[in-house]
């Protein structure tokens, strides 16, 4: 069993940056994908970026040069480094993992992934 632990989230500034880290036991990272998703009250959950076992990356087009997932596979660690945030990216933000043959062809979608972490908060605000 994967067990996921998300850190970092807190309110910032529009215009500002935040930095999330996602912490697994249970099972090495390595040969697994990662992703990022996120949920704003009244919407539905939607993928923010992924990074696949061997370190491409994909991303939504909303966040497209603003923000850069990453992976740290000694430390069984996958990072969200998040900048220019906007007011629209107030949302509870989430670590997903899929150690499935099929979850690296398909990273963007939440089918990929069987593990997710508790998420954590993240308020844009002025």
């Known amino acids: 069993q994967v067990h996921l632990v998300e850190s970092g989230g807190g309110k910032v500034q529009p215009g500002n940056s935040l930095g999330l880290s996602c912490a697994a036991s249970?099972?090495?990272?390595?040969?697994?994908?990662v992703a990022w998703f996120r949920q704003a009250p009244g919407q539905e959950r939607e993928v923010v970026a992924a990074?696949?076992?061997?370190?491409?990356?994909s991303y939504a087009d909303f966040v497209k040069g603003r923000f850069t997932i990453s992976r740290d596979n000694a430390k069984n660690s996958v990072y969200l480094q998040m900048n220019s945030l906007k007011l629209e990216d107030t949302a509870v933000y989430y670590c997903?993992?899929?150690?499935?043959?099929?979850?690296?062809?398909?990273?963007?979608?939440?089918?990929?992934?069987?593990?997710w972490g508790q998420g954590t908060q993240i308020t844009v605000s002025s």
């Open positions: 249970g099972r090495a990272l390595r040969s697994c994908a």
């Open positions: 990074i696949r076992s061997r370190g491409s990356t």
């Open positions: 997903a993992v899929g150690c499935r043959s099929d979850s690296n062809s398909y990273p963007l979608s939440s089918a990929s992934y069987d593990h």
